[in-house]
């Protein structure tokens, strides 16, 4: 099979098309054909040696398929069945094996493709606005990077629980796509000062939650733009991850609550993976949140598709077809 792999971190250069032989299916798992690899920033991150894998290394953490064979005493899949997961490694490549309680079924009318595309994203959605900060129709929540893949979801989770919510964008465009996907207000965060204008859209109160995917330009500025006893949800680095603070710093910006989630520990169980992922189905079933699929790549072109999302390029999905 085709997988892309890496030997040593770095830029995007080290992403190699190899030949290597598919996965066998051990004892509980699954041998997934896969049809759509999703791409994450996690993935350069895992490349540039920020969160760091053993080496070498196939890439993706993320993609839908179908099931070729089953291993031993797998009991709830079955050859040809349609199936998607949002955490198992090497995962940019045409076949993966997948831990049986770590797999979930797409339903008929998820094409392969939107599953894929939804999968790490939209879990990490459900997590932080429902159980890591519940959003409510009282909330006023501030949202980084609102055009992204991650941002996207966001915006639409929140504005489904009737909060007013405000995105960060770079540029024109992106605040068009931040809008479309509900955001009540548009704040340029390259241009303006970001903490001055949430305050300002808030009466000078601060907003409640701040979703901070950007992390090293906005995460020490973000805390002067919550309310007394808001809550800092850092999620991602993809300005570069922030320096440490001290703690006594969350008391003197007003008792402010911090939290660093990672979706894994928010699907750890069977149980989680499939009540979230049943949720995302059923709300991508029902029209109630849309994936913007940006682009699509053969394997042999992720090297593109990394340098694209790295440099602010994209705005949406980008999905790997092996
Ligand atoms: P995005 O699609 O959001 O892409 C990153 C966006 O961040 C860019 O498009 C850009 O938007 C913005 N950005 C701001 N500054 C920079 C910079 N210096 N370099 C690059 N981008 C910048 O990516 P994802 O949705 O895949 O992920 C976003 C972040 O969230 C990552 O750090 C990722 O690891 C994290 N994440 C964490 C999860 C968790 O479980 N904790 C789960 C999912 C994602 P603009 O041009 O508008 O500024």
Redesign the pocket.
Known sequence: MQAIQIERTGGPEVLQLIETDPPQPAAGHVLVKLEACG????DT?HRSGLYPVELPAILGLEGAGRVEAVGTSVTHFKPGDRVAYPSIPSSYAQYNAIPEDRLVKVPDNVSLELAAASM??GL?GH?LTHSTYPVSTDSQVLI????????QLLVQLCKMKGARVIG????EA?AEIARQAGADDIIF??DEDFVAEARRLTDGIGVDVIYD??????FLPGLDALRRCGTMVL??????APEPINPALLMQKGSLFLT?????D?IATNEQLLKRSQDLFSWLQNDEISIRIDQQFPLAEAATAHRL?????????LLLIP
């Open positions: 791409i994450n920033f996690i991150y790490l994203q990490t997590a980084h990077a609102a055009a992204g893949g991650a941002g960060t964008v770079s540029t992106k965060y390259n995917s950007v992390g090293k330009t906005t999620f991602g680095n993809a300005s570069g660093r989630p990672i979706l894994f928010y999302l790295e440099g602010r390029q994209t705005a949406g999905k």
